[in-house]
């Protein structure tokens, strides 16, 4: 079955590193949805890719959507203690299908 | 204000016995779900729903049930609970389809069961 797969599972960072987390799909993706979710929180929506290429910015935060349609970045330019959290991808094959998270990047910021 | 709860936040159980976790939207959504996230494996979906009467299995639905006889109330029900089912488990709603709109979480139920 399909298969979504994050590296790295967790990365520590100084405050103001920049950081990166990859997702990579088996089979071609459809659309690319991101969540970020706090300790002890629950997962928050931050963006959704559909388009092949795509790139999209919020902030600190820059989303790609490969080429191929088959992986996808998130990346943080100078993170800051408020970026903690675990970085989820996630994939479904059409809008009322059933969704696939990736594992998840847990991000430490260390002050 | 707009949200998706959750009752109970926390449950600690036996094994065989039945429970309900109920969780109710108030933003008219069509689309609601049910997670489990485990360690290592992040959230995996249970079951999911597209509208009233209608629903399908996500990728672990063994030993859950669901129904979705009103709009806002997405019940998720453990027939004979299990150990292997101790887990923290989100209801997760949006507008139309997952791919078109943001999904809102609940604020999650840690069950355990003894």
């Known amino acids: 079955g399909q298969q979504v797969m994050q590296i790295p599972q967790y990365q520590h960072v100084q405050e103001g590193e920049d950081f990166t987390t990859y997702c990579n799909s088996s089979?071609?993706?459809?659309?690319i949805q991101w969540y970020k979710q706090r300790p002890g929180g629950h997962p928050v929506f931050l963006i959704q890719l559909v388009k092949s290429g795509e790139v999209k910015k919020q902030k600190r935060l820059t989303f790609q959507f490969g080429e191929a349609k088959k992986n996808s970045s998130l990346h943080i330019t100078a993170t800051q203690t408020t970026d903690v959290g675990t970085y989820f991808c996630a994939n479904m094959k059409t809008s009322y299908d059933k969704v696939i998270f990736g594992p998840g990047t847990s991000l430490s910021v260390i002050p | 204000e707009a949200q998706v709860t959750q009752n109970p936040r926390y449950l600690i159980t036996v094994t065989g016995k039945k429970l309900t976790v109920t969780c109710s939207q108030n933003m008219n959504h069509e689309y609601m779900s049910w997670y489990r996230q485990d360690p290592g494996l992040g959230l995996r979906q249970i079951y999911y729903s597209m509208n009233v009467e209608v629903t399908d299995k996500g990728d672990v639905p063994e030993g859950y049930k669901v129904s979705r006889k009103e709009k806002r109330n997405f019940p998720l029900i453990l027939e004979s609970p299990s150990p292997n089912q101790t887990s923290l488990y989100f209801c997760?709603?949006?507008?139309?389809?997952?791919?078109?709109?943001?999904?809102?979480f609940g604020p999650g139920t840690r069950l355990t069961v003894l």
């Open positions: 997760a709603s949006s507008l139309l389809g997952v791919g078109t709109d943001t999904q809102y």
């Open positions: 089979t071609t993706l459809s659309n």
